[in-house]
């Protein structure tokens, strides 16, 4: 394809561009190899439309690393929250404990109440139906530590 028609056909996208046609403006984005034009969808998509998935196509197609690694960063990050959430829910469904967080070598594995008292009995030797609490073990809340930086800690000082 010559300059002149190269130039002819990106005025054309840049027109349909404006007229908000997106579609007809990135097929010829993409008939010209036209990066800046291609990565201008990619925008409209990802802000616009809220389509990340396809605004993650368009920025690798457009050769824009750097909004690839982010829209591809976030979407990791929202995948490990889905994931975690799973996790937790079905930890919770069989009454164990989930607890992601980061522990300190040596630091032994938090149990939730129920657990403590279920392993309690075991190493005792008593039945299950021996030790009673004024309240159902599904109802104590699991304690989940607080954590506090070493700045938030030295401005306590």
């Known amino acids: 394809m010559e300059a002149s028609e190269k130039a002819m056909l990106v005025r054309r996208g840049n027109e349909l561009f404006n007229n908000k046609d997106y579609k007809n403006a990135l097929k010829i984005y993409l008939a010209v190899d036209n990066h800046g034009g291609i990565a201008r969808i990619a925008s409209i998509m990802e802000h616009e439309k809220k389509d990340r998935v396809t605004a993650l196509k ?11 690694e982010k829209l591809a960063y976030e979407m990791a990050q929202a995948i490990r929250l889905l994931i975690k959430e799973d996790k937790e829910k079905e930890a919770l469904a069989n009454g164990e404990n989930f607890n992601p967080g980061y522990k300190i070598s040596g630091q032994a594995p938090t149990l939730l109440p129920h657990e403590a008292l279920i392993r309690a009995k075991a190493k005792l030797g008593i039945k299950a139906n021996k030790i009673h609490f004024s309240e159902s073990d599904k109802d104590i809340i699991p304690w989940r530590p607080i954590v506090i930086s070493k700045k938030d800690l030295d401005e306590m000082k």
């Not at 368009?58 to 690839?68: G, Q, R």
């Open 58 to 68: 368009l920025y690798k197609k457009a050769k824009h690393h750097v909004n690839v």
